[in-house]
T-cell receptor, first 116, second 116 residues
Framework: KQEVTQIPAALSVPEGENLVLNCSFT??????LQWFRQDPGKGLTSLLL?????REQTSGRLNASLDKSSGRSTLYIAASQPGDSATYLC???????????????FGTGTRLTVIP | NAGVMQNPRHLVRRRGQEARLRCSPM?????VYWYRQLPEEGLKFMVY????????ESGMPKERFSAEFPKEGPSILRIQQVVRGDSAAYFC??????????????FGPGTRLLVL
């Protein structure tokens, strides 16, 4: 069964700290992995997309890594700010998706709070 | 270039009524995906459509739910005879023409359905 798991479910850090969010997936045969941000009552904003052939992607203070063989990805946020407070979702497109390869499998997210 | 648009943003229905959720993909996108996010859960794939075609509906509940993406106009997710368990956020995403499953999905702001 293909699953995506995110740990921790919630995280609180003081402003300025660097932090790491974790995502694990059960099948290493993937097309890509995507990190999203979801603000309360809002839609999803795509942060980073890592193709299966890539090891990492960077955008500003964000860096996402991918280790397909171990089924893991991390999202690193440097110098966290109160505006980073949101839920971060990891989503995987599996090659042999149970519901086809057309859709994303989402984790349940990590709710991040950055304390000023 | 407007993003993915969904309306209404909030919808309240009484048990037994019908709910119609609309999604207009980004300009130039011909693929639409619907996801459902139940309270405190991750997003779950429901259906994948192209214009006038349902490509993959393996995530749709067997009864009461249907989706369409006509040649003209928005994609519609229709829920008949709603029950309280249908209360959720329904997200639509769109993508351009597929290229080996590498395309990014762009998400709309969601429709929050509340069934009383």
């Amino acid at each position: 069964k293909q699953e995506v798991t995110q740990i921790p479910a919630a995280l609180s850090v003081p402003e300025g700290e660097n932090l790491v969010l974790n995502c694990s997936f059960t099948d290493s045969a993937i097309y890509n992995l995507q990190w999203f941000r979801q603000d309360p009552g809002k839609g999803l904003t795509s942060l980073l997309l890592i193709q299966s052939s890539q090891r990492e992607q960077t955008s500003g203070r964000l860096n996402a890594s991918l280790d397909k063989s171990s089924g893991r990805s991390t999202l690193y946020i440097a110098a966290s700010q109160p505006g980073d407070s949101a839920t971060y979702l990891c989503a995987v497109r599996f090659v042999r998706g149970q519901t086809g390869a057309n859709n994303l499998f989402f984790g349940t997210g990590t709710r991040l709070t950055v304390i000023p | 270039n407007a993003g993915v648009m969904q309306n209404p943003r909030h919808l309240v229905r009484r048990r037994g009524q019908e709910a119609r959720l609309r999604c207009s993909p980004m300009k130039g996108h011909s693929h639409v995906y619907w996801y459902r996010q139940l309270p405190e859960e991750g997003l779950k794939f429901m259906v994948y459509l192209q214009k006038e075609n349902i490509i993959d509906e393996s995530g749709m509940p067997k009864e009461r739910f249907s989706a369409e993406f006509p040649k003209e106009g928005p994609s519609i997710l229709r829920i008949q005879q709603v029950v309280r368990g249908d209360s959720a956020a329904y997200f639509c995403a769109s993508s351009p023409l597929r290229t080996s499953g590498l395309e990014t999905q762009y998400f709309g702001p969601g429709t929050r359905l509340l069934v009383l």
